[in-house]
């Protein structure tokens, strides 16, 4: 790939305080990795080649940290049900589906080519149950050019027969696929139990094996709706707390883990979490949409928890991480009517979690300082309104108003993918 220059206005959060911007900019790019960013390129490069972008925004490309991507086509259906009857009613008989290879093909395409139309660069997403419709989608990602984690759902117990696994099969299917998977370079492989009611004790403690076997990150839900607290109570009435059942298992924090939600925890699991380095999710959108409650993102940052933000689609209705990071700035303001003292999340804040953040996850990801990966998106807005605001301003703008018709160019690793 060799050397790249970029020419824009460059902009980034290389702390959750700190919004960068570097105004008509150089960055400079070796093999897929930042080198460095130049207002004026330094003489070694006198010569070389640069892609001037012009007046437009260089933002990095967002990390959507939890996605389904068998619930694309579900997008905006069934979203005036809560989490449990969505899931029995809508979610369960749509991802039955992809059982067929060929149903699985189109839609999972369908979904990787919208994921990078929205400007994501990496994403951590759900499969299903089914091995070989999962391995498709490792592949559709890999040929399309964009990092992610890929899971294989688990499900042994409390789902519809057509999606209830054996338990040695589950287990068995996994590892085939992990084997068959684990050495690309951006995407990898992830372990997934959906989330513990759906899993017996021992599938997750299998789960948890395979983790430690093959030294394999995690993710799952936690704590999204009360009803699901409780029944994790019911089902697991030897554990003192729903992470504790994901810690008992291997599962929290042994291996690299993310958590979706997190909305309901007691002082117990935060402690849990913080110690073991679990990354929350918080999915504002999917939130709302199921009625499920307000993650009080404010007060998990402020005991030192590490969060990033998904789209939780279908759950949530866009793949457009722009939105997640309004949402999720909106949320925390809604937050005030139950605590007249919480600090709602600033812009900054929020773009941080959407992009460096969520992307410590991935390693060097979501940031343009040198040595982390090129993955960026390139922003322009009409130029009668731009031109009448300041570059801060127009970033904003971007993430309120604007969507993927104002996004030019994506890049992940250096390497154009749309
Ligand atoms: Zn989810």
Request: proline share 5%.
């Amino acid at each position: 790939m060799g050397q790249q220059i970029f020419k824009g206005n460059i902009i980034f959060t290389p702390s959750p305080e700190e919004l960068k911007i570097c105004a008509k900019s150089h960055i400079v790019v070796e093999d897929g990795t930042v080198e460095g960013i130049y207002e004026r390129l330094p003489e070694k490069y006198g010569h070389a080649p640069v892609k001037d972008y012009g007046e437009r925004l260089i933002l990095p490309g967002f990390v959507d940290l939890h996605v389904h991507a068998a619930q694309f086509y579900q997008c905006g259906l069934g979203l005036d049900r809560e989490l449990i009857d969505w899931l029995s009613d809508c979610t369960f008989p749509a991802e039955s589906r992809f059982s067929d290879p060929v149903y699985a093909r189109e839609a999972y395409s369908l979904f990787a080519d919208e994921l990078i139309r929205q400007g994501t660069a990496r994403a951590c997403i759900f499969a299903t149950i089914h091995k070989e419709s999962t391995g498709l989608l490792f592949e559709i990602l890999q040929e399309k050019g964009i990092g992610a984690f890929v899971g294989k759902v688990n499900m042994d117990r409390n789902c519809p027969g057509f999606l209830r696994e054996e338990t040695e099969v589950s287990i068995e299917e996994t590892e085939e696929l992990i084997i068959q998977y684990g050495g690309h370079p951006l995407v990898k492989p992830i372990l997934t139990p959906r989330f513990a009611p759906s899993c017996s004790g021992k599938l997750l403690a299998a789960i948890g094996e395979l983790a430690e076997k093959y030294n394999l990150p995690v993710q799952s839900h936690l704590a999204e709706n009360r009803r699901e607290v409780e029944w994790v109570r019911e089902l697991f009435p030897s554990r003192p707390t729903y992470s504790d059942v994901y810690f008992d298992s291997g599962l929290f924090g042994q291996t690299p883990t993310l958590m979706a939600h997190g909305i309901y925890l007691t002082d117990r699991e935060l402690g849990l979490i913080k110690d073991n380095g679990v990354v929350l999710v918080h999915c504002p959108e999917s939130n709302i949409n199921l009625a499920s409650g307000i993650m009080p993102v404010r007060k998990w940052l402020g005991r030192g928890i590490r969060a990033g933000l998904g789209s939780d689609v279908g759950a949530g209705h866009t793949l457009a991480m722009s939105k997640a990071v309004v949402r999720a700035i909106q949320l925390s303001k809604l937050m005030k009517f139950f605590d007249p003292w919480a600090k709602p999340l600033t812009i900054a804040e929020a773009f941080y979690m959407a992009t460096k953040g969520g992307g410590s996850f991935f390693g060097k990801v979501g940031s343009f300082e040198k040595g982390y990966s090129f993955d960026a998106i390139v922003v322009e807005d009409d130029p009668r309104i731009a031109g009448r605001l300041s570059l801060e301003e127009q970033f904003q703008r971007f993430l309120y108003t604007g969507d993927d018709r104002n996004i030019i160019a994506r890049f992940v690793r250096g390497r154009q993918v749309g």
